[in-house]
């Protein structure tokens, strides 16, 4: 996929009109853990060839183990993105792999797309002694060259956390925020026309590092608000309390069009999504979609469907979910973002027993990390959530490996329908079973591009 590097302009696209008129994704990168699984050997970045034409489609065709056993890789981003498409000087060559558990984070060399290499390793030592910050989460790159990472924790695994700077040399460069203001960290999106980022929150590493536990939510150890900044003086303007109703935000999505305030939150433990915009000069957020919990037997309570992964189309017409715990995946036209209107529906595994096969195998675990493509036709999705996460809620996902499945998307009509002939199976991974996690693309994807 190319990357756009024409004389007159840097990675990326200049609109998202010209992404969704972009070459199709013919490489895919993805985490691939054994973390928590038994086996002791390093996490991987998974190069995976998605290009239907290729002797080798839907094939693990690279592997790049890291040096270390037990960093947790999880979610990662682009040292450069369309928030530098006006800059020829800058490339879309290096991926930002942080450990989640280490604190480590890793550089990554895609010049040779097919086969990665480790660039620089960044040490959790260097980074507390200049930020105090660990547990690194969302990864963006800035037009100023820089890349910043939301960070859940400090020294000794307590909230808030914050956010790290890298320069375009993979140097620290400290801390983004002048002020605080949250209890928890996780997700970030910035908006630059409107001088905004949003951040939402999770909770402490200390918290949600051994599993989840019921008394933390009631102890009040997971977060349930949405903060706005202001992008140009590093702090808050506006926090908005979802209260019980929105436990657990995690992914927070912006319309890609720059010009647009609109932008959806998935609420994970509460299994709703929020929107938010800003109306009349102050930031407004609504809920718009609630997934009901469903009783299940052996379960002492219902069991919410888990919203743990969200996507916007490059379009801005379609948002996506998944439900972890129930296992459907949802497609819903945004074309009014106040009326999501459900659109499509697909099942992925889950514990409603409704997740059928592929390739005569069992679908195990729960859909979970959700990638689409540019021009909105294909959703790719992977069944990891958290290492203890997973062993708690899916324990045999441990032996099974995960999977990789790609969805087909009618973005016309509106459905979802699962590619039979695309199955990535982590089962057979050469060092035993593996969990995949985060999905990017060479060429830009639908939770990595901001334009400015």
Known sequence: MSNHNHA??????????????????????????????????????????????????????????????????????????SSCHGDASKSRRFLVVPGQRSSRIYIIDVAEARSPKIHKVIEPEEIIQKTNLTAPHTVHCLADSHVMISMLGDSEGNAPGGFLLLNADFEIAGRWELSSGMNFNYDFWYQPRHNVMVSSEWGAPKTYYPGFDLDDVTA????HHLHFWDWSQHKIIQSVDL????????????????????????AALSSNVWHWHKPNGHWQVEKVIDVPSVDVEGWAIPVPSLITDILLSMSDRYLYFSNWL???????????????KLTGQVWCGGLLGKGGEVQGR??????????????????????????????????????????MLQIDCDTENGGLKINEDFYVDFGKEPAGPARAHEMRYPGGDCTSDIWI
């Open 8 to 81: 007159c302009c840097g990675p990326g696209y200049a609109s998202p009109a010209d992404a969704i008129q972009a070459e199709r994704e013919k490489l895919l990168y993805t985490i691939a853990l054994y973390t928590g699984t038994g086996i002791e050997e390093p996490d991987y970045l998974a190069t995976i060839d998605v290009d239907p034409n290729s002797p080798t489609y839907s094939q693990v065709i690279h592997r790049l183990p890291m040096p270390y056993i037990g960093d947790e890789l999880h979610h990662f981003g682009w040292n450069a993105c």
């Open 243 to 266: 209260g019980t109703e929105g436990l657990i935000p995690l992914e927070v999505r912006f319309h890609h069009d720059p010009d647009s305030t609109h932008g959806f939150v998935g």
């Open 362 to 403: 069992k679908l195990q675990g729960g859909p979970q990390m959700l990638q689409l493509s540019l021009d909105g036709k294909r959703l790719y999705v992977t069944n990891s959530l958290f290492s203890t996460w997973d062993n708690q809620f899916y324990p045999d996902l441990a032996k099974s490996g995960s999977y």
């Open 326 to 340: 129930h296992g459907d995946i949802r497609q819903y036209d945004i074309s009014d973002p106040s009326q999501p």
């Open 220 to 223: 009040g150890n997971y977060g």
